[in-house]
């Protein structure tokens, strides 16, 4: 069953999404190379408890951190450490949840360290406008497929490949809540349920430049591509209206 969540508690949605929002707008402007990837998650689980939230992964199915950071060819799930200095050149998925007054918020962004190549500048280009692309279709009335309809053909229309084994969900009173979201049609006629409005979804498109293969390393988290090309992600929570998304993952 998809929940269809009331005005009062999209606000609420919303409000954890705010705290998202700033710690990844904070993360795009301000991350440069020497940073370890532990020290992001640091500073972001600081600024969510300064403002009364908890951080939604941290101990989710016993993930150790409370941001994600996945480097390059780490499509998801990367697990934050003392070690890992992020360098010149590298793309860093970093993507983070938050729970407030009982409802969580999720969004995701992909940052550039430094000067990076110009295939992985296309690369997050394609990735973040097919997040767009995604919630355009994201609107009463329409089916869920249609969102990943769309994202799946701008993704490919440009020669890169959606990850398969990982998929947007909506989003609430947990974390992860029905439906699951892909960013591919499923196979079979069917376009997926009609969207109402007061859906909340998380629409976050995983981008690979080569084959859309992944698997997942010895730590039991971190998903790689097969190939060890690059890998990009973006994602937005939204709630559905009768006309544009609400993006709730927004400062503003
Ligand atoms: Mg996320
Ligand atoms: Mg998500």
Redesign the pocket.
Known sequence: MIVIRSPQEIEKIRNSNKIVAEILGKFEKGVSAGISTLELDQLAEKIIRDRGGVPAFKGYRDFPASVCVSLNEQVVHGIPSKKRKLKNGDIASI?L?VLLDGYFG?S?ITIGVGSISAKARKLMEVTKDALYVGIKEARAGNHLYQISQAVQEFVEGHGYSVVRDFV??G?GTS??EEPQVPNFKPDGNGMGPILKKGMVL?I?PMVNVGSYKVKVLKDNWTAVTVDRQLSAHF?HSIAVTDGEADILSVLN
Do not use: C, F, N, S
């Open positions: 993507d949840g999720d995701a947007g969900h989003i974390l992860h998380a976050e994602e």
